[in-house]
């Protein structure tokens, strides 16, 4: 299996919605309830990330993994609240491409190009309760860092580690 990494272009993150609901759904069913996870459509990240794309593209990156012409998953990396720090905000993979090696692509990918944005670290930010990820990262040399916070979900408030890796 061959795995095609390349920038995003306009049209793209409808596509990349759609993915991303499919993820999380896959991803976080285990300890969030699939009708909080459903609550909101793929139509709706779409137009999200549509939205989201229009004005960050000048400052974040979004690159897309290609399987034999299809979307196989997504990272998206920027500038972070974090002082000194860059920020991975997403790796998904479609749930019918994990333990491919698609993801680990995507991360080495942007681990190339996070010094390219400043500071002297990235950080991301995991659920607390989704271990498969928070080994993924490990696996990728990312740490803990003893940060934690907590965002909703569709309303549901997720407990969250950072995790930060040197650049």
Do not use: C
Request: aromatic fraction near 10%; charge should be negative; glycine fraction near 10%.
């Amino acid at each position: 299996m061959s795995v095609l990494l390349r920038p995003a272009a306009e049209t793209d993150p409808i596509r990349v919605g759609f993915l991303h609901q499919r993820s999380r759904v896959a991803a976080y069913s285990g300890f969030i309830s699939r009708e909080v996870l459903e609550a909101r459509t793929a139509e709706s990240f779409g137009e999200w990330w549509a939205e989201r794309w229009r004005w960050e593209q000048e400052t974040h990156r979004m690159t897309l993994a290609e399987v034999d012409g299809e979307l196989a998953g997504f990272s998206y990396i920027g500038p972070s609240e974090t002082p000194g720090a860059v920020e991975l905000y997403a790796i998904h993979v479609d749930p019918d491409h994990i333990g491919t090696g698609v993801g680990r692509a995507l991360m080495i990918h942007a681990l190339k190009e996070l010094p390219s944005l400043g500071g002297d670290r990235a950080v991301l930010w995991v659920l607390s309760e989704n271990h498969q990820a928070r080994r993924f990262y490990e696996n990728g040399g990312w740490h803990p860092d003893g940060a934690t916070r907590t965002e909703p979900i569709n309303g549901v408030p997720v407990p969250q580690l950072r995790y930060s890796h040197p650049l």
